[in-house]
Antibody, heavy 124, light 107 residues
Framework: QLQLQESGPGLVKPSETLSLTCGVS??????????WAWIRQPPGKGLQWIGS???????FYNPSLKSRVTISVDTSKNQFSLKLSSVTAADTAVYYC????????????????WGQGMLVTVSS | DIQMTQSPSSLSASVGDRVTITCRAS??????LNWYQQKPGKAPKVLIY???SLQSGVPSRFNGSGSGTDFTLTISSLQPEDFATYHC?????????FGQGTKVEIK
């Protein structure tokens, strides 16, 4: 059974870089069918897709965050990572990693499963 | 970005009630629309993908319909475990965007 688990610091200072890792177990991250994604949810608010990565390293990002985001993959460790630079209080959120499931050649895409989520607070 | 607007933002219902949640896209998205259920403190789980396809393991009381800009999630007979927040998500345009969520509470 595929499982994802976020890890990293739960507290980041303003202007610094948020770094999280998602460990994947139960399947290989090199599966040719899927992308892997980061999604966040500020407290009491809706979900925001941050970006996605393929095992080859190919990425696509939310334009609203693109200038600050880097998502990378480490196939040897079966994990992928998120870096978000120059954080402010507005970046305080629960950060989820997830597998993006899709139908090849179409825009059909959904996220399943998700990690349990990790609250990251931006505060001095 | 495509704006996804859900209505209502919250509703109160009783066990056994039929519940309908609506999601409207700011531009046409064909059937590239998914529905998720999220319980407090937990990650979302997909219920419906491609507007009307039931995810494996999801009870048949959940039904999705719609195309273009207007979509509906219906729970035919609300069960105690269905009290949660429901989110829609479009995948036609990048960036993927979600609705603001609809919280289903016990009446």
């Amino acid at each position: 059974q595929l499982q994802l688990q976020e890890s990293g610091p739960g507290l980041v200072k303003p202007s610094e870089t948020l770094s999280l890792t998602c460990g994947v177990s139960g399947d290989s991250i090199t599966s040719t069918s899927h992308y892997w994604a980061w999604i966040r949810q500020p407290p009491g608010k809706g979900l925001q897709w941050i970006g996605s990565v393929y095992y080859s390293g190919s990425t696509f990002y939310n334009p609203s965050l693109k200038s600050r985001v880097t998502i990378s993959v480490d196939t040897s460790k079966n994990q992928f990572s998120l870096k978000l630079s120059s954080v402010t209080a507005a970046d305080t959120a629960v950060y989820y990693c997830a597998r993006r499931v899709g139908i090849t050649g179409t825009p059909f895409a959904w996220f399943e499963p998700w990690g349990q989520g990790m609250l990251v607070t931006v505060s001095s | 970005d495509i704006q996804m607007t859900q209505s209502p933002s919250s509703l109160s219902a009783s066990v056994g009630d039929r519940v309908t949640i609506t999601c409207r896209a700011s531009q046409t998205i064909s059937t590239y629309l998914n529905w998720y259920q999220q319980k407090p403190g937990k990650a979302p789980k997909v219920l419906i993908y491609a507007a009307s396809s039931l995810q494996s393991g999801v009870p048949s009381r959940f039904n999705g319909s719609g195309s273009g800009t207007d979509f509906t999630l219906t729970i035919s007979s609300l069960q105690p475990e269905d009290f949660a927040t429901y989110h829609c998500q479009q995948s036609y345009y990048i960036p993927y965007t979600f609705g603001q969520g609809t919280k289903v509470e016990i009446k």
